[in-house]
């Protein structure tokens, strides 16, 4: 029979019903489905559908070493944050999108180091536990942060004026699960409006903007990763993030301190900023 | 309140409602309620939607002026197929798709003329009308004409061994409606293998064969523009397309002939082939 409207879908499903991988064939089989119930509906013009294509292939070619503008489309349409979502883990610190600049690695740092290579702006320390479930401290648990600088901009966005690896740090917590560096406090920023998702954003009034905060992994044996941000209470666009990632609870307040005692303890200059959070991990299932 | 399972796709179907363009917005609205669905349906873990978003990447990297593996997935995920069956005029030939090898100009030529520049194997002869719905012959109507070689190659995949523009031709119908052109029989053949979608066809055990065909775009005023595929009759893979483009309608004999009168007044040598059908186009919508 003619592949048309009515035996489309089921043309297509039969293509991969002989898939070795039973998982591949649900995944295929699920977006073929939905693929075509979204052209069924919207049916859209020949030339509609070459725009569409057109608008893929420019996101892919946007895409480099140091960007990722797929994972930015996937950011904009909420579908990293409920894929995020889907994945919780109960009981642990709740998660969030890993966003599209951990594309380096973060230089290894000792405790209390500082991830501002550049020395510039208003010294901030962040500092807290890493915990299970229980309450029990984790030590010798891996912290991987990054951040953008206090003007808005990641390190690999500026190769020219900010030195490799500013912003990012790999730290281990001691036998109390404490970390602590220094850093500066993140701005809120655009995500990058120059290629095919920043015109998307423009051709639908939606602003680019997210809200200030620091990322991080958390990883400890036996536990499941943490992927997740820290958001600086009080920053603009806390409640219109444009990737969808904010949670109430990963808010947290980044305190103003002008002691100069405190300041000297934590090995900065007042005034300074000081954030406190614990991160808690949730047990690998059995 | 925060981003849930529950209310992810509201929260993104009203950061679109701004969007000016009314036929924009109802498109995104429509993508964010069906990728959210097949998100919630399929459950992907965060390592998956990598491997998605990885996928794309490639898929918009192997892009180039001559290569279109957006097209290709598209292809051979139905939904080219499925758009072009939902914009079917009534009333005209049937259409099929595109495909991704209409990405240069095809050269001008006479009625008459050869658009195999190599000359070494079989001649074909390809004949017949453009009429309209009501049978009335189409002079001066545009043929627009593609296709592989004997072997099974575009002009386009081997820059190196086939001239520019072989197997293309733009030609205009006689007083009669009629068009007259020589060449070769194109061959079945796979798509292009050796990028992401050839992995997926890989991986789904789904082989990469086209059977035999010449594409045709024909336009003339007041018409709709008709993009469609003659089928080589008797070709392998009539009844397993990778792209699902065959239609009954469109399968055509290429007789072979010996007649050495017939071939000097068609300009070839026997035995050749001979291919002779009509075009019909549907009238514009008043």
Redesign the interface.
Known sequence: M????HT??E??QN??R????PR?????D???R?????????????R??EQA?EF??????T?TDTR?E??LL?DV???????????EQEGGTESTV?GPFHMVESPQHALGDSIDLVGEAEPCVVSGRVLNADGAPLPHAQVDVWQCDEKGFYDVQQPGSQPPGNGRGLFRTDAEGRFRFRTVLPSHYPIPTDGPVGRLLN????HPYRPAHIHFIVQADGYVPL?THIFVAGSPYLD?DAV?????SLIVDFARSDDEEAAERAGVRAPFRHAEFDLVLSSEPA
Not at 34 to 46: C, G, L, N
Not at 244 to 248: G, P, R, T
């Open positions: 003619d592949f048309n409207e489309a879908t043309a297509v293509s991969f002989e898939t070795p991988d591949l064939r649900e995944l295929l699920a977006l073929t939905h693929v075509h119930a979204f052209v069924r509906e919207t049916r859209p013009s020949v509609e559908w294509i893929l292939t420019a996101v892919g070619q895409c990722q797929f994972v996937s349409l909420g579908v990293s944050m409920l894929v995020e979502t889907l994945n890993l051709a639908t009034r939606r992927t219109s969808f990632a904010v949670k109430q």
